[in-house]
C-alpha cells in the first residue's frame, strides 16, 4: 500500500481547513442584487416572510430565480425553479469567502506548522560529541 508523506497530508489537512471554513451567509445590499447575474448558496427573505434557501439563483432585471434541489433517486440531480419579483424580496443573503476568518485560520495553522518544525528541528539535533580528554599517562592507548 502507497503512503503519502506526512507533509503533504499536513498541507492537504490546512488547505482543506482553510477552504471549507471560511465562508458565511452575507446580506447583499439592495442596489447590488444583480450586479451579478448568477450567484451560489442564497436565502432570500420576501415581504410576506418566506424564507427559502437555493443552491443557486439568476438574476434578472426584475425576477430572481431560485433553484432548488430535489431529492430524488438517481444519479442526476434535478432542481425546481422558483420565481421571485425583486419587489418582494426583503432581505437577501450570499454565501461569500469571509477573508478575515480565513486569514485568521491560516496564520494560526502556520504557526502551529512552524512550531511543530522547530520542536522537531531541536530534537533531531544530534549531542555534541563528549570533548576529548588528554590521557594522564605517556604514550597514550590508542
Known sequence: MMRADPR?????ALAWLVAGGCTSLRELPRDSYAAQTERKHVAVTTKDGQQQEFEYAHFGPDTLI?????????VAEEFTAVPVPLDNVVKLSARQTDWYRT????????????????????????????????????????
Not at 503533504?8 to 492537504?12: A, I
Not at 431560485?66 to 438517481?74: A, H, P, Q, S
Not at 485568521?104 to 530534537?123: E, H, N, P, T
Open 66 to 74: 431560485g433553484y432548488k434541489r430535489l431529492d430524488v433517486e438517481g
Open 8 to 12: 503533504l497530508r499536513v498541507l492537504t
Open 103 to 142: 486569514a485568521l485560520v491560516g496564520g494560526a495553522a502556520i504557526a502551529v506548522l512552524v512550531v511543530a518544525g522547530l520542536s522537531l528541528r531541536k530534537q533531531s539535533t544530534p549531542a555534541p560529541p563528549p570533548p576529548v580528554v588528554p590521557c594522564p599517562e605517556e604514550p597514550c592507548p590508542p
